[in-house]
């Protein structure tokens, strides 16, 4: 096994006390200041050579002096658990290897070095091992008043399970005996199986103190068979089923050949509250946690399909498929050139509590009464638990080419948009990124150098010019053709072409937005995004309309930093396009930061429904925008999925209560 060692800077409330003890001053600026590069050669060639002898492949990164205790070893793994599910070390003064983590000291801050088995291709050209980020630190400053001096106050230890809220059935936990089906009961498993990624959820974590209703086990499912007879046993002895997929990404936009660690097993968003127990519910509620189902069953490549289970992350989906000369005919992002998720699936396997959902047979398209499959993709776990996938690959692509455009103005890019996806030139993927996220961008290069200062000596005013990403893919002639084609129409929209380094970059800026999130919290500064579809003509006065109506909400709680609005035109359609809208707000000295958060986020959803748009585009429904939902369909489409609800699932074993209230 090939392990690849990157960056992963971290700052924590004790980093002061931590860099003084270790020599290396108490400035409080953590990763916006720049890194030191001074390493102990010796030290560090007895680490490599420790690790080559366990097989790893390690490039030189910015050591620098390295803590001779453990004195925080067991702090940082309580405080990110995940990297314990990757290959880790702990650097000592033995330089002794183990499976956790290796501490380095890097200016005043901690850093975590993480391995992972796969690297996303091309990171080490966009976002090198010496990240030195010399510009964010004003940035943030400037637009949306960060204090690196100035830490939000959050738990010292995780939050804790309400005493005697745990609901325990003896008759069920028998059965998983008798199976030989272990379940966990820790409190630290059990919290986080109850919750996904949204901001609240997060927010919540770092400071409620005490948790009303998690699940009560934790259950990993290894194989369909397991599942049909954990399913089977929680019918018999009345338990409720939350599939839990990893926790980590979205609802119908994978598979993806970019890397992210999303599963397929519930079709169910960690982005919408999907996760959360019924406070109320008083059945034993089990987590069925899907990610020990992650193998390819097989591979197809007379007829391009490929099966998979369910549990299995996009990353190693794409890892492993491209090892065989395929790839999976990408959802998400380059669904212009391959589809989305509905168009790719042709076949899957649910586990209800009626019994297994699946079709026998795997044919391009059928006419067999309404598609029961596409019901399953979109019920977020409200009917099931998808254990098996078919769907379509292709070989992979002969030619990959990034590229980038910039423009006066929103509406320019837009306009541009548009007339792409009429001519019928639209690459893999096209995206738009407006002012803010444009300057944001700028702001998380590693060089102070701007390699489009010529844009100035074209009249582009740096506070309203945005930027355009295009990624090519297939062959040479389709691309040079198209991407010829785009050049063409971006001319007559006032467009320049900026190059592929910065269309590549413009990608893997989305990478880094749900890191900074969770980074910025400890500064008092919440932020999250929303997805949605649009008309045409009306994505410039939702752009607008959902801009002016965050600053309003933000001025009407007085709040003193104006919020920051980042919105990208992500995908595009015949009829209209996909908006991604990223927002944030300073929260120091507001008594409820989440009641604030929380009237934003309905204040958005108002300005959707105002302007013909989408409750959500992917993510999906969830808890999150339920009581909305009868705004956008009819009463008869509720009574629907009512209806077959309570046909398969009547004593609602799979109590989600996503969608609608079960």
């Not at 379509?392 to 990959?400: E, L, M, T």
């Not at 590693?446 to 200062?453: D, F, K, M």
Request: charged share 20%; with cysteine; glycine share 8%.
């Amino acid at each position: 096994m090939t392990v690849a060692f990157t960056f992963q800077p971290v700052i924590n409330r004790k980093s002061k006390a931590l860099a003084a003890k270790h020599g290396k001053g108490g400035g409080g600026g953590g990763v916006f200041d720049r890194l030191d590069r001074h390493a102990d050669e010796r030290l560090f060639k007895l680490m490599q050579s420790q690790i080559t002898s366990a097989d790893a492949n390690v490039r030189h990164a910015d050591l620098v002096k390295v803590g001779r205790d453990d004195i925080q070893i067991k702090s940082l793994l309580h405080q990110y658990p995940d990297v314990c599910r990757v290959a880790h070390c702990i650097m000592r003064p033995s330089i002794e290897l183990s499976r956790k983590i290796m501490v380095v000291f890097v200016s005043s801050a901690p850093c975590l070095l993480r391995a992972r088995r796969h690297q996303r291709p091309g990171y080490e050209e966009i976002f090198p091992a010496a990240r030195v980020l010399p510009a964010l630190r004003a940035w943030a400053e400037s637009k949306v008043g960060l204090d690196v001096n100035r830490q939000a106050p959050r738990n010292a230890v995780p939050p804790s399970i309400k005493e005697g809220s745990e609901v325990m059935n003896v008759a069920f936990l028998e059965a998983m005996v008798a199976l030989h089906i272990p379940v966990n009961v820790d409190a630290v498993a059990r919290v986080r199986h109850s919750h996904g990624q949204t901001c609240g959820e997060v927010y919540r974590l770092r400071t409620c103190a005490v948790f009303d209703r998690v699940p009560d086990a934790v259950i990993v499912a290894t194989s369909h068979n397991l599942v049909e007879q954990i399913v089977a046993a929680a019918v018999q002895h009345n338990v409720v089923l939350i599939p839990y997929g990893g926790g980590t990404k979205y609802v119908r936009a994978h598979p993806s050949t970019t890397p992210y660690p999303c599963t397929m097993s519930s079709i169910m968003s960690s982005v919408s509250n999907a996760l959360q127990c019924k406070p109320d519910e008083r059945r034993m509620v089990v987590s069925l946690d899907m990610r020990g189902m992650s193998a390819i069953v097989s591979v197809d490549k007379e007829n391009m399909l490929a099966c998979v289970e369910a549990g299995i992350t996009g990353l190693d989906l794409h890892g492993q498929l491209g090892a065989r000369g395929v790839a999976t005919k990408a959802s998400g992002m380059k669904k212009n050139v391959y589809g989305n998720i509905e168009d790719l699936v042709v076949n899957m396997t649910m586990v209800t509590a009626a019994g297994t959902l699946t079709r026998s047979c795997n044919v391009p398209r059928v006419a067999m009464g309404p598609d029961t499959l596409h019901l399953a993709m979109g019920s977020e776990g409200l009917f099931g638990v998808v254990t098996r996938v078919t769907f379509r690959i292709r070989p992979s692509p002969d030619h990959q080419v990034y590229d980038s455009i910039l423009f006066p103005t929103m509406d320019d890019g837009i306009r541009a948009m548009y007339d792409i996806t009429r001519a019928g030139c639209v690459p893999a993927s096209i995206r738009l990124l407006d002012n803010t996220q444009f300057q944001l961008g700028q702001a998380l290069k590693p060089t102070a150098s701007n390699p489009w200062t010529s844009s100035l000596i074209k009249g582009f005013d740096v506070n309203t010019m945005v930027g355009m990403t295009l990624l090519f893919e297939g062959s040479k002639e389709t691309a040079d053709r198209d991407q010829r084609a785009i050049h063409a129409i971006a001319a007559t929209h006032g467009g320049m072409v900026g190059g592929a380094d910065n269309g590549k970059r413009g990608y893997f800026l989305t990478y880094v937005i749900a890191y900074i999130r969770d980074f910025v919290m400890n500064y008092y500064f919440l932020c999250d995004s929303f997805e949605t579809a649009v008309p045409w003509s009306n994505v410039p006065a939702f752009i607008a309309g959902v801009r002016a109506e965050i600053e309003a909400v933000a001025a009407s709680n007085r709040i003193e930093v104006k919020p920051i609005v980042m919105c990208r035109v992500t995908q595009v359609y015949e009829t209209g396009a996909c908006v991604y809208v990223y927002y944030g707000v300073n929260f120091f000295g507001v008594d409820d930061p989440l009641q604030l958060f929380f009237a934003i986020e309905q204040a958005c959803v108002e300005v959707m429904l105002r302007h013909g748009a989408a409750l959500s585009h992917h993510h999906g429904i969830g808890k999150h925008r339920k009581k909305w939902l009868p705004h956008v369909i009819s009463t008869p489409s509720l009574r629907m999925i009512e209806g077959i609800k309570h046909a398969i699932d009547p004593t609602n074993v799979f109590a989600t209560n996503n969608i609608i209230d079960t």
